[in-house]
């Protein structure tokens, strides 16, 4: 590959397959680690409403710095484990607090205010799909997150229909979002067109400034 400098052709450093920027924006998942990222910046507090595998978690420790800190909650002690040793390989156990508690005690436990607050609603991939998010508490957890925000922060929201429950919970946490006053908070549904319509979406809600 062949690029212009002052004028001169010469070989492009770069190797050709790394010349392209991309986000990789297949799913819920990653558009989410797109706002954080953009959001984020070192010495906030956030919070994983539901750590799972631990791989949120382990961007929100890596976001918030050393000065930062993340607080990570969840219902089993197998994602918590996972979690725990994501952070520990990573070398930024210190940055996050595991709580082996229910996000609907998110205003008990977490100091606020908060840049950011996020949820991974369902179960754990491989794990027991019994123990997957509720509707119940997760309309307690989400209004208690939207309270906690400082202003400019969000909370975002990973929805899953495609199980038992799930549209149910994925349709409650649209009415929450839309209910949500309009001076005080934004609110977004984001949904990839070409996949099916159980694909995981992703639901927004800015805290305005
Ligand atoms: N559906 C996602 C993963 C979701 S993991 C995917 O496919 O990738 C959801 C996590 O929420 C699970 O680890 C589960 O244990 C946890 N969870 C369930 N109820 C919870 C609650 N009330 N508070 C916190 N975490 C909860």
Request: hydrophobic letters at 45%.
């Amino acid at each position: 590959m062949w690029v212009q400098v002052n004028g001169k052709e010469q070989v492009c450093p770069v190797p050709e397959n790394k010349q392209l920027n991309s986000l990789g924006l297949r799913g819920a998942v990653p558009l989410c680690h797109h706002f954080l990222r953009a959001l984020v910046r070192p010495g906030d507090r956030l919070v994983d409403a539901t750590c799972g595998n631990g791989y949120d978690t382990l961007l929100l420790a890596e976001l918030v710095g050393e000065g930062g800190h993340v607080w990570a909650f969840d219902v089993q002690e197998t994602a918590l484990a996972a979690t725990r040793e994501r952070l520990f390989q990573a070398g930024w156990s210190e940055r996050a607090t595991l709580l082996a508690a229910g996000h609907e005690r998110l205003a008990e436990l977490v100091p606020g205010p908060v840049r950011a607050v996020v949820f991974n609603l369902g179960f754990l991939p491989g794990s027991d799909q019994a123990c997957r998010t509720a509707t119940d508490t997760t309309l307690v957890a989400l209004s208690q997150a939207a309270e906690l925000l400082a202003p400019g922060g969000m909370v975002v929201i990973a929805v899953y229909t495609g199980h038992a429950g799930g549209d149910t919970e994925g349709a409650a946490v649209l009415e929450w979002a839309a209910s949500q006053p309009a001076k005080q908070f934004n609110s977004w549904r984001h949904y990839q067109l070409n996949r099916s319509a159980t694909a995981p979406f992703l639901v927004l809600v800015e805290r305005a400034k």
